[in-house]
């Protein structure tokens, strides 16, 4: 009888060991999910700072476009299948990360961008044009994000693009609106004449032409850093981070080699109006 009781008891403590066992191994091969974002507060319309790009891992692996994304409200700021956040409008949002049942959730404040003209005063000849342009923070904005309008456009005229165009002396105010502000300028037209003319004037007689105002527009360039291993160029340490973290072999030590700017779009010179100019004294009118 003692025999029979021994091996029942024996039994239940190795089906003990078994089970407990078995939890152990469960727990250790919990898999986690981990997400991270380039930035934490975007700005309206800044064109360098209006978007964040959430990265994925799973386990150590990036499946950041095998992920799904939600936002908790897509008004404030939304989010595509590539885990890219937009701002549309101020406040702050969750963006949810979801992958193989496990989800993340990321903090985004979306705040409104410096609004600013490039001149505030400006004094122009009629027959005269100029452009204004409006920049959010440091980043132009696109005209088709702007109203533009003139408070008399029979003195001054504004296009859709910004064009300023004199009409007769007088002074108006050209208004700038967009989603994240009003700003305005103030235009002074002074002089009447279109043609070439002469006047007397400090100890000698100017001869006026027309003379063309023209801006240079800087190239638009992207840094590039360069894989030491395969030679490789990527646009930011971040993209061959993960150059490294998934390629075989050479190429899955972290070192990088050379570093490089790229001409995006090459700098060039535009015409933004005339003025009339003394071609002897260079004085303006």
Request: with cysteine.
């Amino acid at each position: 009888m003692k025999k029979i009781l021994y091996s029942i008891i024996t039994i239940m403590l190795v089906m003990s060991v078994m089970v407990c066992g078995t939890n152990t191994t469960a727990y250790a091969a919990t898999k986690s999910i981990s997400v991270k974002t380039n930035k934490s507060t975007l700005y309206i319309l800044d064109s360098a700072n209006n978007k964040a790009k959430l990265t994925v891992t799973y386990n150590g692996k990036n499946v950041t476009k095998a992920a799904k994304y939600k936002s908790s409200n897509s008004k404030i700021a939304k989010v595509n299948k590539n885990g890219v956040v937009t701002a549309v409008r101020p406040g702050t949002v969750k963006i949810t990360t979801k992958y193989k049942g496990k989800s993340r959730t990321t903090k985004v404040t979306i705040k409104k961008a410096k609004l600013s003209l490039n001149k505030k005063t400006i004094e122009l000849s009629r027959g005269q044009k100029f452009t204004l342009k409006a920049f959010a923070n440091k980043s132009g904005i696109s005209n088709k994000n702007i109203k533009w309008t003139s408070s008399n456009s029979n003195i001054v005229s504004v296009n859709k693009n910004g064009v300023l165009t004199t009409k007769k002396n007088g002074t108006t105010t050209i208004s700038c609106k967009t989603t994240i502000g009003k700003m305005s300028a103030k235009v002074v037209v002074k002089n009447t004449s279109a043609s070439a003319t002469t006047q007397e004037n400090s100890g000698h007689t100017h001869h006026w032409v027309t003379v063309e105002d023209t801006e240079t527009i800087p190239a638009i360039t992207k840094h590039q850093v360069q894989c030491m291993n395969c030679g490789q160029w990527f646009d930011s340490k971040d993209d061959l981070y993960w150059h490294f973290i998934n390629a075989d072999g050479a190429c899955g030590n972290y070192c990088y080699g050379a570093e490089r700017d790229v001409v995006i779009t090459p700098a060039k010179t535009i015409i933004t109006g005339t003025h009339e100019e003394c071609d002897i004294c260079h004085a303006r009118r």
